[in-house]
């Protein structure tokens, strides 16, 4: 199983829609959560830290269920630019390592 | 305040030949961490250094991967007799502390092997 898994999409969506990102992590201990968006070969930029408290950013609102082992992202009125990858992200206590899920495709059409 | 500066952007190399990928952190920061990304999967941590000294190597291969940090200088990874499954994205990320604060990664080098 991987530590961390995430359905690759894409997900293809037209402006203004919507849309869900899931994310599950296999290890209990994990202590930090985040998203980050990858653009076609570029390198991971840090879109939000995720809390249990949940926790929002304009468009983009981010959830955490602990006990589940759960974190989502959910992204409302779509833009053309969003479009890109989107990797979910944990991290053990005091840890220094990123474990990163394979990432699902966001596509926007106009 | 430049970022994580990775070079070279592109490399090729042919089967058996050495790869030398170069990063040098952000100012102020003194952890340097190597992730690979093969295509179409996510990245997958190699080695977090900090300066001369390997901290964690547990995602390294064991045969033909190496890291250092150097006292002056950019860390290298160093890939010898590169095969063209080594061909992947490498990207370096450097924090300031102990943690996943301020995590910032370069743009990473493109090694394919011919």
């Known amino acids: 199983r991987k530590e961390v898994e995430q359905d690759p999409g894409p997900f293809n969506v037209p402006e203004g829609a919507t849309v869900a990102f899931n994310c599950t992590y296999s290890?209990?201990?994990?202590?930090?959560f985040f998203w980050y968006r990858q653009d076609c070969r570029k390198e991971p930029k840090l879109l939000m830290s995720v809390y249990s408290s949940g926790n929002e950013d304009g468009r983009f609102t981010a959830q955490l269920n602990r006990a589940s082992q759960y974190i989502s992202l959910l992204i409302r009125d779509s833009k053309l630019s969003d479009s890109a990858t989107y990797l979910c992200?944990?991290?053990?206590?005091?840890?220094?390592?990123?474990?990163f899920g394979g990432g699902t495709r966001l596509m926007v059409k106009p | 305040n430049a970022g994580v500066m990775q070079n070279p952007r592109h490399l090729v190399r042919r089967r058996g030949q050495e790869a030398r990928l170069r990063c040098s952190p952000m100012k102020g920061h003194s952890h340097v961490y190597w992730y690979r990304q093969l295509p179409e999967e996510g990245l997958k941590f190699m080695v977090y250094?900090?300066?001369?000294?390997?901290?964690?190597e547990s995602g390294m291969p064991k045969e033909r991967f190496s890291a250092e940090f150097p006292k002056e200088g950019p860390s290298i990874l160093r890939i010898q007799q590169v095969v063209r499954g080594d061909s992947a994205a490498y990207f370096c990320?450097?924090?300031?502390?102990?943690?996943?604060?301020?995590?910032?990664f370069g743009s990473g080098t493109r090694l394919t092997v011919v």
């Open positions: 990320a450097s924090s300031p502390r102990t943690g996943t604060d301020g995590y910032t």
């Open positions: 250094l900090q300066k001369e000294n390997i901290i964690d």
């Open positions: 290890n209990s201990a994990s202590q930090s």
């Open positions: 992200v944990v991290a053990l206590p005091a840890g220094n390592m990123l474990t």
